[in-house]
């Protein structure tokens, strides 16, 4: 069965400082990995993706991701936090194979709040 | 930049009552979906839907459920007599041709509905 977790109901950083959203996933396959990030009364916003290829995926403001599959584990990044990244960061995967429109099963979420 | 949109934003409505959630997704998209997410967990995929069918569904979406693209452009959910349990965020995604998983889905804002 497909799964995801997010061990970190909350993770909090300083202005400035690097950032890590930790997840780990279990999928039948090869997986295609996804975080999407959800700002206060607004759906949830495509960040990046892993399908394959190079492990380390860049995606939108400054985030990035790195695949690894021996710890099964797809954490999301960022150098240099902003206070406006304080939301909730889902990760999300998709089995790679026998499965059919892209059904994503979704961790319980991270909440990042970066303070000045 | 196009979006999925989602009406109404706030659905309140009793018991046993049917309830039809409104998407419209983004025009070019050929492949949609419903997920929920009940205050406190994980967002849960109900359906697929795609070329007028419904594709893949979950444990969740029973008989009670129901989807239906009326038109060329809305994408409905209905519950046909609603429960307490049924009281829920409703995202809508939709998702481009090719149908392939690593398409990543868009999201719409969410309906809240909340059941009396």
């Known amino acids: 069965a497909q799964s995801v977790a997010q061990p970190e109901d909350q993770v909090n950083v300083a202005e400035g400082n690097p950032l890590t959203v930790k997840c780990t996933y279990s999928v039948s396959g090869n997986p295609y990995l996804f975080w999407y990030v959800q700002y206060p009364n607004r759906g949830l916003q495509f960040l990046l993706k892993y399908i394959t290829g190079d492990n380390l995926v860049k995606g939108s403001y400054g985030f990035e991701a790195e695949f690894n599959k021996s710890q099964t584990s797809f954490h999301l990044k960022k150098p240099s936090a902003l206070v406006s990244d304080s939301a909730l960061y889902f990760c999300?995967?998709?089995?790679?194979?026998?499965?059919?429109?892209?059904?994503?099963?979704f961790g319980r979420g991270t909440q990042l709040t970066v303070w000045p | 930049e196009p979006e999925v949109t989602q009406t109404p934003s706030h659905q309140v409505t009793q018991m046993g009552q049917e309830v039809i959630l409104r998407c419209v997704p983004i025009s070019n998209h050929l492949y949609f979906y419903w997920y929920r997410q009940i205050l406190g967990q994980k967002v849960e995929f109900l359906v697929s839907?795609?070329?007028?069918?419904?594709?893949?569904k979950s444990e969740i979406f029973d008989d009670q459920f129901s989807v239906e693209r009326p038109d060329g452009s809305n994408f409905t959910l209905k519950i046909r007599s609603t429960k307490l349990e049924d009281s829920a965020m409703y995202f809508c995604?939709?998702?481009?041709?090719?149908?392939?998983?690593?398409?990543?889905?868009?999201f719409g804002p969410g309906t809240r509905l909340t059941v009396l």
């Open positions: 995604a939709s998702s481009e041709a090719g149908g392939s998983g690593y398409n990543e889905q868009f």
């Open positions: 839907f795609y070329n007028n069918e419904i594709s893949e």
């Open positions: 999300a995967v998709r089995a790679g194979k026998g499965s059919t429109l892209g059904r994503l099963y």
